[in-house]
């Protein structure tokens, strides 16, 4: 089983921001890209970044570029999504997922987790 641990949502003010924490459960960074989804009430799930960390590429939705930053610190085996000047658009549930490290599908045996609710609003 490929499993990830979402963290770090939470009530935020329009303009505001949150660090989104995503942590793998028995495998490293190096064995996957990392990606950053979200879903909405009504909503299908839509990818949001990814990125991997052998390389440092990097992949943005269009509705978050410039907003948000996902990065990767491998000696804590842990990658996060910065987001920054927050809209009431970004509420979703946030989730990370283990793709492959070539094309972006996600990882065979991967298990959605619970994800962090991230609500903008004032």
């Known amino acids: 089983e490929v499993q990830l641990v979402e963290s770090g949502g939470g009530l935020v003010q329009p303009g505001g921001s949150l660090r989104l924490s995503c942590a793998p459960s028995?495998?490293?960074?190096?064995?996957?890209?990392i990606g950053w989804f979200r879903q909405a009430p009504g909503l299908e799930r839509e990818v949001v970044s990814c990125?991997?960390?052998?390389?440092?590429?990097?992949y943005y939705a269009d509705s978050v570029k410039g907003r948000f930053t996902i990065s990767s610190d491998n000696a804590k085996n842990t990658v996060y999504l910065q987001m920054n000047r927050l809209k009431p658009e970004d509420t979703a549930v946030y989730y990370c997922?283990?793709?492959?490290?070539?094309?972006?599908?996600?990882?065979?045996?991967?298990?959605w987790g619970q994800g962090t609710q991230v609500t903008v609003s004032s």
């Open positions: 997922a283990a793709l492959l490290r070539e094309g972006w599908g996600i990882a065979p045996d991967f298990n």
């Open positions: 028995g495998f490293t960074l190096d064995d996957y890209a």
């Open positions: 990125i991997r960390s052998s390389d440092g590429t990097t």
